[in-house]
Nanobody
Framework: QVQLVESGGGLVQAGGSLRLSCAASGRSFSSRAMAWFRQAPGKEREFVARINWSGGSTYYADSAKGRFTISREYSKNTVYLQMNSLKPEDTAVYYC????????????????WGQGTQVTVSS
């Protein structure tokens, strides 16, 4: 497993942008698929975006396509989620997760989770 710490959440107006960061510790970062999930109050945790171990393949939920970009920086053991054109419905706690190289969009495919960072989008 890897240890994950998210940062970068906050309060932003609709239409604004935020960049979330997830710092990973552990030597296995470069071999893991990394993903972002989110959970709004009263709702189930949902998949947002995933990047594979090499950074060459990304996958997004429909709600994130065209607005969010996931990336990773190996030298810093960090994965990012750039969020643009934010909407009030993007309000949630955002979680970073690490899984095996073939992990996709299901939460149970990931075995390491961060503590989450709150994103609030005001209308």
């Amino acid at each position: 497993q890897v240890q994950l710490v998210e940062s970068g959440g906050g309060l932003v107006q609709a239409g604004g942008s935020l960049r979330l960061s997830c710092a990973a510790s552990g030597r296995s970062f470069s071999s893991r698929a990394m993903a972002w999930f989110r959970q709004a109050p009263g709702k189930e945790r949902e998949f947002v975006a995933r990047i594979n171990w090499s950074g060459g393949s990304t996958y997004y939920a429909d709600s994130a396509k065209g607005r969010f970009t996931i990336s990773r920086e190996y030298s810093k053991n960090t994965v990012y989620l750039q969020m643009n054109s934010l909407k009030p419905e993007d309000t949630a706690v955002y979680y970073c997760a690490a899984g095996r190289s073939g992990s996709g969009g299901e939460w149970y495919e990931y075995d390491s989770w961060g503590q989450g960072t709150q994103v609030t989008v005001s209308s």
